[in-house]
Nanobody, 109 residues
Framework: QVQLVESGGGSVQAGESLRLSCVSS????????MAWYRQAPGKQREFVAR?????STDYLDPGRFTISRDRAGKTWYLQMNSLKPEDTAVYYC?????WGQGTQVTVSS
């Protein structure tokens, strides 16, 4: 069973940056899609960013977030800049089949 483990969350002030990481236990091939979602208290989980095996990317907020991955497709990252209080949420990574347990991001004003 594939396991995904997120890290890099924390508490920051508005305007600061964080870099989240997701490490996959899967090996042998690159997932077609590697993505980040988030869920704020009382809200539904929402899409944040996605990167394909070919390197194409999509974003909820392309001006502040950047997704990247390593060549093996075992680790992918979410660089978040100019964080806002509304970015406060639990951030989850997924490869389309498995989900991580999430990492908390808290942004205070």
């Amino acid at each position: 069973q594939v396991q995904l483990v997120e890290s890099g969350g924390g508490s920051v002030q508005a305007g600061e940056s964080l870099r989240l990481s997701c490490v996959s236990s899967r090996s042998g091939f690159i997932p077609k899609v590697m993505a980040w979602y988030r869920q704020a208290p009382g809200k539904q989980r929402e899409f944040v960013a996605r990167i394909t095996a070919g390197g194409s990317t999509d974003y909820l907020d392309p001006g502040r977030f950047t997704i990247s991955r390593d060549r093996a497709g075992k680790t992918w990252y979410l660089q978040m800049n100019s964080l806002k209080p509304e970015d406060t949420a639990v951030y989850y990574c997924t490869d389309g089949a498995a989900w991580g347990q999430g990492t908390q991001v808290t942004v205070s004003s």
